[in-house]
């Protein structure tokens, strides 16, 4: 077998599943998720048959970014558990077979970490380790001067910050407290280096890197009319950094993902393709925003589905050709849910709900699914601004105001839009708290929490939920799923994708109709019915609405 044979065997085989910890079960009625949480719903995950859990960041953090403003890369925030509590997690999951995968947010610490504290009291060693560039002799706090460069922040505004104790400013392409790591500096990745092996030596055989193709920045600080990420995505020594991490951390030939922002093909090729000794699998977001208009998230349109299946035969077959390899996915913390946005939740909402993963689990890569996904849980049915706790969503609330939308307008795209809408708390069961806590959640289930939960999904054999197990399950039996060809079809209908995976003589046809309306079908009348979401075959040549439908040849 080849290298990329054997690759495929193992991450083909493999699906992960993303807990939010806040969001997830909380122990001790603080409202907030935790690792004993977790752990208690570790039988819960096993049955479901996933390998691996992403972690979101659960380090000591002030929490401005729920923890993506990372204070000590090597400790556990009192707000989540213990350290006890997360070697227990470890035990109890490897008891189980299941994996755990850390979140390495590498890119920028929080503001409140010691390294950036000591930089800001002037240590010449910590200062090396940040992004600051000098300010005018001139600059005051009231007139600082022009920043460094017109690059905008992801969460909105500059992205630099002026210190007046020091006349420099820093970078922060996140929040204000989120400060750039400087990379250009080899004891900066000695030191992340020092943190893979910290974790590794605990057990953790897993990682997720946090926007970290945003870690190589430009020399000389350019600016022109754009937001400027087109300077620092994919930035100049990348891949020279990704290899120094691998090789410092000794995480090459671990089930690694490299979650990629405004990324390119060719170089997610290169970040994956096992001779780089980069990364395992990497996430890109392009399929994300075939929503939005002209790439601009804050307005809203309906998804164009030709751009969708465009974009899926790209990155599939191309990835495969080259050598690279994919994670397949439709949402995470920063999504909002997938089928109140790509499906229809109020007339189809089973038939979406599990149309979208038969369309990605069959598909060659690694499956995630981010927790209450595998329940069909909807974006949420907030009706004020009050109710979201995002810092992004108030930010673009703002904002949007500011660019000449109503409060009701800009309301309306937030409510589409918002990262609240994936993080409110997994409902367990249809209670008032969705027994996600015996206190008051951090932020509110929507009311439709009463018949989409846990409970109710786990007695009841044509759930969501038993949907996603079989898809689950088809992976781990199928070779052609795991490592087979995959080719993309053209459907007889623009609504629909239809793709077929190929291994030896044993074929797959999925075939999924992203609308209300009957389609036509591509023919498959001889082969055997692998998966659907219709109970009964129904008539030849048709899709019904939001039909999905697997066969196989074998
Ligand atoms: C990633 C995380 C997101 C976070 C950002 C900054 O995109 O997924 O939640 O806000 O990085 O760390």
Redesign the pocket.
Known sequence: MSVLDDRASFLGSKVVYQIYVRSFCDSDGDGIGDLPGITSKLDYLADLGVDYLWI?PFYPSPQN??G??VADYCAIDPLFGTMDDFDQLAAQADARGIGLMLDM?F??TSTSHEWFQRALAGDPKYLAYYKFVDAAPDATADDPGEPPTNWES??GGNAWEYVPALNKWYLHL?DVS?ADLDWDNPEVRAELGKVLRFWQRKGVSSFRF??VNLVSKPAGWPSDDTDGKHFYSDGPRIHEYLQDMVRRGGIDGLLTVG?M?ATSLDSCIRYTNPESHELAMVFNFHHLKVDYPDGEKWELMEPDIDVLRDLYRTWQEKMTAGGGWNSLFWS???QPRPNSRFGDTVNYWYESSTLLPTCTHLMRGTPYIYQGEELGQTITDFTSIEQYRDV?SHNYYRIIQERGHTPEEAFKIVHARS?DDGRYPMAWDGSKTGRFTSGTPWLALPANHAWINAEAEMADPHSVRAYYQRLIALRKELPVVQAGDVRFLDAASDKVIAYERKLDDVRVLVQCNFSGEEQPALACADGELLIGNYDDPGEAGVLRPWEAVAHIWR
Request: glycine share 0%.
């Open positions: 979101t970014d729920n993506y403003d947010v890119n920028h992801k969460f996140f989120q946090d926007v979650e922002s995470n913390h920063d992004e990262r």
